[in-house]
């Protein structure tokens, strides 16, 4: 995750004049967010809007603004408050504290994602705003799910969310997909070596509207009693998430945390080997 060197002047600002962030308000960050780009041009675009800082960070920038700040995520970096967002559910007194969370690029990385759009929900106030700015199509070596637009449409009315801003931006294709370890096709069903697949991205803000319980969007119950079957449905997910664990927001994770994590650094470097071997080695035997 990163914020370009424009990203205050271009969005942050923009979510002030819009009301969506109001002043002295606050804000959380779902990932570990720093500056991506040029130092130089980074600091130009923050005083360009009064924010005069030596060494500046994203937490520092929001607080310049007046902005209370939280961030969080599974790295243990200074100022970033660990929180799984795949299993946990939010401390007591982050329920409807917020006036804005931002999903900068991090639910797509989650293998529970629906449990982040759920803290979303219940991390903001009546009348707060979550920003999403995530994949919608291709991006292959990106995340691990990208979310439809019948899935957002689908979401915001179980919801009974305020659409604010929804764009879809079509960004350049990918050629090839055969890090994967599929076999690409072409419409024949014939082996290729690159397949054109598009790129997109999408970007949506939405409003709270109502003190009310999280609901999961149910789709495909075309038969009848079809209601009722959802109905069932939305009452097993609040069970099941009424018994997700309560997250401490740790300063720094646990040690064994971090055990945890080398180990799956090592499992994957390893992994990722193994399918380079297993596709140089294909490309070596005859075909048939």
Known sequence: MGYRENYFSQRVCYWLASGWLPKGGRLIDFGAQAFAGDPADIKKDL???????????????YRAL???YVAIDVEPLDGVLFFDLNTQAPPAEWIGAFDMVNNEGTIEHLASPMNGLHVAHDLMKVGGVVHHSMPMLGHRKHGL???????????????HYQPLEAFIDFQEDDASFGYTGFIVRDLTKKPCTAARASNAWITLVYRKTR??????PTDHLLFPLG?????????????WSAARPVGEAHALRPAATVAASLASIVRFTAWKASVRLWLALKRLLPRR
Request: charged share 25%; proline share 6%.
């Open 145 to 159: 799910f990208n979310a439809t637009p019948k899935l957002w449409s689908e979401l915001m009315l179980a919801n």
């Open 227 to 239: 209601s009722v079957v959802a109905a069932d449905l939305r009452r097993n997910f609040e069970q």
């Open 47 to 61: 005083a360009g809007i009064g924010i005069d800082l030596d060494r500046p960070t994203v937490a520092d920038a």
């Open 66 to 68: 007046g902005i209370d």
């Open 211 to 216: 003190d009310a319980p999280f609901v999961i």
